[in-house]
């Protein structure tokens, strides 16, 4: 059973940063392709940014890209770092996992084999 585990969420002012970690264990796999997705309440969730399971390629959302950056920890665990962030990035952020995964199309609409259970972060003054 894959379990993923989120962790480093919390409230902060706008323009500070955050850094968001993802850890998948108990699964037969050595190495995942992993994604962070966020909700704000009231919308529907979002994709934020997706890495490789070597690492080699990322893609962001549009609304995060150059102030969040995704990076494996290892073959199994990834962070996103997220810098200069605003109020409207208050969010539930869940990571998701998969090792063989779909085309980046399929995986930017979500399709991912594994979730986690999601962290908050909270951007408020």
């Avoid at 009231?42 to 080699?56: H, L, N, P, Y």
Wanted: proline share 6%; glycine share 10%; hydrophobic share 35%.
């Amino acid at each position: 059973q894959v379990q993923l585990v989120e962790s480093g969420g919390g409230k902060v002012q706008p323009g500070d940063s955050l850094r968001l970690s993802c850890a998948a264990s108990g699964g037969p796999f050595s190495q995942y392709a992993m994604g962070w997705f966020r909700q704000a309440p009231g919308k529907e969730r979002e994709f934020v940014a997706m890495i490789s399971w070597s690492g080699a390629s990322t893609q962001y959302a549009d609304s995060v890209s150059g102030r969040f950056t995704i990076t494996k920890a290892n073959a199994t665990s990834a962070y996103l770092q997220m810098n200069r962030l605003k109020p409207e990035d208050t969010a539930v952020y869940t990571c998701a996992a998969d090792p063989v995964p779909p085309n980046d199309a399929l995986l930017r609409r979500g399709q991912y084999n594994y979730w986690g259970h999601g962290t908050q972060v909270t951007v408020s003054s």
